[in-house]
C-alpha cells in the first residue's frame, strides 16, 4: 500500500526555473492538499483540492499554480521558481475534513532549493 | 489569529521521565482532533487521534477539553525514539482550504 507518493524527493532550481511537483494517493481520499514547511513557521497550506476539478488557495499560495488531475493525482507548479519558495513541500490527503475520526496521509516530502 | 498553539519548546527530558504537553485551539467549530508525530527531515505521521472521552495507546495519554478548548499529549517512561517534534491538529466542520489545520509543533528531546 503506497499511499501518498511526492516526486521527485530532492530538486534544485535556478531562480527563474520552472518546476512541477507531482503527487498522488491510492487511498481514493477526496482532498488533498499541498503544504509547505520552513524552519520555525510550521505546515503552511499553499493549496486545496476538494475534489477532481476543484482547488482552493490556502495560506500562502502567491507564486505556485496546482491542478488536479485526477482523484488521484495533484500537481504543484512553480512558474519562475524564487530563493523564498526553497522549503520542504509536503503533499497530503485525507477523507473530506471535518469527518469525525478522518486523518491526514502525508507524502515523503520534495525539499526544494532555489539558487 | 492564530487557530492552533503550541509551545515550541524543546522540552528536554531524562529518558523514563513522563511529559506533557498541551495545545490550544480557537475554532469552537473544531470538529477532530489529532497528534502528528515528526522525525527530523521526514513526513509528519499520526500518533493518535483525540476522542472527548480521552484516549490511550501504550505509553502515550490524548486528552481533549473542549470547554478550555485544549488538547493535551502525556508520554509516560520516555525513550529515546520518542525525541521528535509533536504536531497538534484540528479539523473543521466547515472543512475546505483551512478544513485541517496545524500547529507549528512541540519540539521533544529525550536525554539518556
Known amino acids: 500500500n503506497a499511499g501518498v507518493t511526492q516526486t521527485p524527493k530532492f530538486q534544485v532550481l535556478k531562480t527563474g526555473q520552472s518546476m512541477t511537483l507531482q503527487c498522488a494517493q491510492d487511498?481514493?481520499?477526496?482532498?488533498m492538499y499541498w503544504y509547505r514547511q520552513d524552519p520555525g513557521m510550521g505546515l503552511r497550506l499553499i493549496y486545496y483540492?476538494?475534489?477532481?476539478?476543484?482547488?482552493d488557495k490556502g495560506e500562502v499560495p502567491n507564486g505556485y499554480n496546482v491542478s488536479r488531475l485526477n482523484k488521484r493525482e495533484f500537481s504543484l507548479r512553480l512558474e519562475s521558481a524564487a530563493p523564498s519558495q526553497t522549503s520542504v513541500y509536503f503533499c497530503a490527503s485525507s477523507e473530506n475534513p471535518g469527518w469525525f475520526g478522518t486523518e491526514a496521509f502525508f507524502g515523503q516530502g520534495t525539499r526544494l532549493t532555489v539558487v | 489569529r492564530k487557530e492552533v498553539e503550541q509551545d515550541p519548546g524543546p522540552f528536554n527530558v531524562p529518558e523514563g521521565a513522563t511529559v506533557a504537553f498541551n495545545c490550544t485551539y480557537s475554532?469552537?467549530?473544531?470538529?477532530?482532533f489529532f497528534w502528528y508525530r515528526q522525525d527530523c527531515r521526514k513526513e509528519p505521521k499520526l500518533l493518535m487521534s483525540v476522542y472527548s472521552s480521552g484516549n490511550e495507546d501504550g505509553r502515550f495519554t490524548a486528552q481533549l477539553n473542549r470547554a478550555s478548548q485544549y488538547i493535551s499529549l502525556l508520554i509516560r517512561d520516555s525513550k529515546l525514539s520518542d525525541s521528535a517534534t509533536y504536531l497538534c491538529v484540528v479539523t473543521h466542520l466547515q472543512g475546505g482550504a483551512d478544513g485541517l489545520t496545524f500547529g507549528k509543533g512541540t519540539h521533544l528531546i529525550i536525554q539518556p
Open positions: 487511498m481514493n481520499h477526496n482532498s
Open positions: 475554532n469552537s467549530a473544531s470538529q477532530s
Open positions: 483540492s476538494a475534489s477532481e476539478g476543484t482547488t
